[in-house]
């Protein structure tokens, strides 16, 4: 069993923000852990179906952004940061359901 405090993915709800419908499943996605050692922090940002971000995940290393991402794309989310290249978001990537 992994500690808490070991745990290179770690989630967040926001307070007072719905769901999303695909959320137990993106749980259970996120339930196994990947290898690898911890490293720098990148914030995984989820919408709702509202449009409104509801969920925030935190990896730490890449081996955990990469296995976070591709279990968000398994789910038929996509990265809405994946081409802005501004900076300007708290976020590394924000993955919603396609518009």
Same mark, same amino acid.
């Given at each position: ?22 959320? =137990? ?17 990148? $914030?995984?940002?989820? %919408? ?5 971000? &509801?969920?925030?995940? $935190? ?5 955990? &952004?990469?296995? $976070? ?8 989310? %996509?990265?809405?940061?994946? =081409? ?16």
């Amino acid at each position: 069993m992994i500690d808490e405090s070991e745990r290179l993915i770690k989630s967040e709800y926001l307070e007072g923000i719905d769901r999303a419908a695909f959320d =137990n499943d993106l749980t259970r996605a996120l339930q196994s852990q990947p290898s690898g050692y911890p490293g720098s922090a990148m $914030t995984v940002a989820v %919408e709702n179906e509202r449009g409104i971000i &509801y969920r925030v995940i $935190t990896t730490s290393g890449i081996s955990a &952004y990469q296995f $976070t991402s591709a279990a968000l794309a398994r789910l038929g989310l %996509e990265d809405r940061l994946a =081409n802005d290249f501004s900076g300007k978001s708290p976020y590394s990537c924000v993955f919603a359901k396609p518009r």
